[in-house]
């Protein structure tokens, strides 16, 4: 029995290791990642206690490595997803009454897990699945994953702290009740750490969930199914289930107990989703609530004060790190001329000094995209631009998928800041770049406000304070996380909430407590310590 206010372990980030080329830590990921490599794997269904295995079947290659099977996944039918949902619900009523100590041991359990037994596992996994290289995949899949679990849970506690006063005489309190109902988590392919974060974050609050990991990602997904298992968490609080995207979310949406969805992907797919929900609007017993954190066409500004090699190191990183494929990787840039051309020649040096290849060998800084859809958009984009007679391609531009899915780190200069690549989110290793007038710079932050639907991050370079704080006016709502000399990219748990407005999302910041508080619905109980036993007010007394 639960009698004591318990005092939590401090939330702290955890280290980067550095994969240096004698370490250990190096060692064990890539001995994992050719033991992974070399097996051949099947993933179920996770649905309540049964992991359950169907005739129809998706497989699992890594991207840059497209001819290698490394193993199939079960695809779930209607009927499954029902069970899952079933199953959810089931679960709910013991988890959703179990102590928070006890639902907070289960996730610092799963960090502690991925910090020590499974990181290796885990990178290595994500490696293959989602070809990231080994400190894209550090990260993410292991140190974003442990922070989101780690500083969720002190989040909770701040949330579960926050009471009314309670005045003379009376008793207020609030609990924080779980959604009544299920909660839908849709996960992209992008982030290991977000896959497992849009089911632990309402598990933790104590709700039920069903999940759809993207295609491209249940290689690593099984792993976090596995790590939660170990963990301890109940089965049927997270049910895994593959599959047409279509079906399973609509018969989600079906259900009369859908109370929420926790989604991360692209914003077409969370508007038709969006609109699914308002169609099926009067079966449901709540409202659901509805969380998307979507696309964006993130911007890099230069003022003529910045200072040029801290602009191209924005550039380099902030654009083709895991190349390109972060929401908020920078695809558009905007340079002042009197600086365009020392920026860009340390931008094209540095991109001739990166190799490309398999994430397995370390000095590989660019690997594959993550499929053909993707390598075809990105191809069809660049041959595009070849056409275009207002842009130009100064480095890059060549792709080969005979292997892997691979697509040079490519710069774009355009005259025309409307052009296509500056204005569509490409999602790929490929930034635009508009140049412009020095006097002109008030006018530029116009069109980086108003040249994209999105509004996920940005960044302004620039020595001078007042320019600072111009900018910071000017694109106030440009972007929901904006940096100051510095990439737009690498937000840290507990440091930089993440999330952006206009169509980058519903602005809930992953990895805070605004999005924790989406997942409960708050019930007030009012107690006086002694009851009235009379009706009447003082001033009925004449
Ligand atoms: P996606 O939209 O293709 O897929 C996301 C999820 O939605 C997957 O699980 C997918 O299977 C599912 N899905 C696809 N079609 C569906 C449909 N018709 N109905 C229901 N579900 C469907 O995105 P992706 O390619 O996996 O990820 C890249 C996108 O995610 C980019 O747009 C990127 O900007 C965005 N993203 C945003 C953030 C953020 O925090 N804002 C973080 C990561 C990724």
Not at 299 to 317: D, M, W
Not at 470 to 475: K, R
Request: net charge negative.
């Amino acid at each position: 029995m639960q009698n004591s206010f318990p005092l939590l372990p401090e939330a702290v980030n955890e280290p980067v290791k550095g994969y240096t080329p004698d370490s250990p830590e190096k060692k064990e990921v890539l001995d994992t990642y050719r033991k992974l490599y070399n097996q051949t794997i099947h993933v179920p269904l996770y649905i309540g206690d049964e992991k359950i295995e169907t005739t129809a079947t998706g497989e699992m290659r890594p991207p840059h490595d497209h001819q290698h099977l490394l193993g199939t996944y079960s695809m779930a039918d209607q009927t499954h997803v029902e069970k899952a949902i079933a199953s959810a619900l089931a679960a709910r009523e013991q988890w959703g009454k179990l102590s928070f100590e006890e639902r907070a041991t289960i996730f610092l359990r799963a960090a502690e897990l991925i910090a020590g037994p499974y990181r290796a596992k885990i990178n290595a996994a994500t490696m293959l699945a989602q070809s990231k290289n080994i400190h894209q995949a550090e990260i993410d899949a292991a140190c974003e994953f442990i922070d989101f679990l780690r500083f969720n849970v002190q989040f909770a506690e701040e949330i579960y702290g926050e009471q009314p006063q309670s005045g003379d005489g009376v008793w207020n309190r609030l609990s924080y009740r779980p959604l009544e109902g299920f909660v839908y988590a849709v996960s992209p392919f992008n982030f290991t750490a977000i896959a497992g974060n849009l089911g632990a974050a309402p598990a933790l609050m104590g709700n039920t969930v069903v999940w759809k990991p993207s295609d491209h990602q249940v290689f690593s997904a099984q792993v976090i199914m596995e790590i939660f298992e170990e963990a301890g968490l109940p089965k049927g609080v997270i049910n895994m289930v593959m599959g047409d995207p279509e079906m399973i979310t609509d018969t989600v949406l079906a259900s009369p107990d859908f109370a929420g969805i926790h989604f991360t992907g692209s914003t077409f797919v969370f508007k038709e989703i969006w609109k699914k929900i308002g169609e099926n609007i009067h079966r449901y017993k709540t409202y659901p609530r509805i969380v998307g954190e979507t696309g964006g066409k993130d911007f890099i500004i230069a003022h003529p004060s910045a200072t040029s090699n801290e602009v191209a190191t924005g550039i380099l990183r902030g654009a083709f790190e895991f190349q390109g494929q972060k929401c908020s990787a920078a695809s558009r840039v905007y340079l002042p001329a009197s600086k365009a051309e020392e920026i860009l020649d340390q931008v094209v040096a540095g991109i001739k000094s990166m190799k490309m290849g398999s994430p397995e060998n370390f000095e590989n800084f660019i690997t594959s995209v993550i499929h053909q859809g993707a390598f075809d958009r990105l191809k069809s984009a660049i041959e595009q631009v070849k056409k275009d007679p207002d842009t130009t391609i100064l480095c890059g531009g060549n792709y080969d998928e005979t292997k892997g899915y691979f697509v040079e780190p490519t710069v774009v200069i355009t005259k025309n800041p409307h052009s296509d690549t500056m204005v569509r989110e490409l999602f790929g290793p490929l930034v635009t770049v508009y140049v412009y007038q020095d006097n002109a710079f008030a006018e530029t932050l116009k069109l980086v406000d108003q040249t994209s639907d999105y509004a996920l991050t940005g960044a302004v370079f620039a020595k001078d304070r007042y320019v600072v704080n111009q900018a910071l006016i000017a694109l106030e709502n440009s972007a929901g996380n904006f940096y100051i000399n510095d990439k737009p990219t690498g937000a840290v748990v507990g440091q930089q909430p993440f999330g952006g407005a206009r169509a980058s999302g519903t602005n809930d910041k992953a990895g805070s407590k605004l999005n924790l508080l989406r997942w409960v619905s708050a019930r007030l109980i009012k107690e006086p310590l002694v009851t009235p036993t009379d009706y009447r007010y003082p001033f009925l007394g004449e």
